[in-house]
């Protein structure tokens, strides 16, 4: 049974042994370095706290998702980055589906307004991923990143969580899960 809940400081080694493939053979990060569990922990309490969710499996940390500033410029407060890695073997078993759907009724719970992926292009699964849950396809950034000896597109995808965007939108909630360390 793969359960999805809110990540843990302590799941930042699991976090970390499914992003390091991607970090070491993949475009679909541009980071090069893999992060430090140090630096996870920082990443999971990130002050205001976002929403980090894992899915796991028999104990295991199968996979994660969480969203992120968009842009730290203040006007950008309604707009986060969202993200997901899942490790191979955990693949197309609809877990991913599962922590996105997670994620945005998350974010939407805390008055964001706006969401946008970022894919380094070609990424099949990660399009269809994204589309499956409503984002639409935003710009193409052509030649964007250097990496693994080649340039790639990258792909932005946009969601927007409300039909009319407020003339006085209320502002944005820290995350606040049960169970969860607040931040140091
Ligand atoms: C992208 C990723 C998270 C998708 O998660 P997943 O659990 O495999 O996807 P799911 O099984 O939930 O499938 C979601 C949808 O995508 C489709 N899909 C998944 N993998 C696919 C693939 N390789 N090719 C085409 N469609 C695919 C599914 O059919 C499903 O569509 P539907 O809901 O219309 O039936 C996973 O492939 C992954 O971790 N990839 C490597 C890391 C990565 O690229 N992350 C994204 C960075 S932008």
Not at 29 to 34: A, I, K, R, S
Not at 143 to 165: M, N, P, Q, S, T
Request: glycine letters at 8%; a negative charge.
């Amino acid at each position: 049974m793969v359960t999805i809940r809110a990540a843990h400081p302590s799941d930042a080694a699991g976090i970390r042994a499914v992003y390091a493939p991607f970090v070491a053979g993949s475009p679909s990060t541009f980071e090069e370095e893999l992060p430090t569990v140090e630096d996870f922990h920082a990443r999971i309490l990130a002050s205001p706290r976002r929403p980090w969710l894992v899915a796991e499996a028999e104990g295991e940390i199968a996979g994660y998702a969480y969203a992120s500033a968009h842009h730290s410029r203040a006007s950008y407060r309604w707009s986060v980055d969202t993200s997901v890695y899942l490790a191979a073997v955990h693949h197309r078993r609809g877990l991913g589906r599962r922590l996105y759907d997670e994620l945005i009724a998350e974010v939407r719970t805390l008055g964001y307004l706006n969401l946008y992926a970022c894919i380094t292009l070609p990424n099949a699964a990660s399009v269809a991923l994204h589309t499956a849950v409503g984002f639409r396809p935003v710009g193409v950034f052509p030649r964007a990143g250097y990496k693994l000896g080649a340039w790639h597109d990258v792909g932005w995808f946009g969601l927007a969580l409300i039909d009319e965007h407020p003339a006085n939108p209320a502002e944005p909630r820290p995350w606040l899960p049960e169970g969860v360390p607040a931040a140091p």
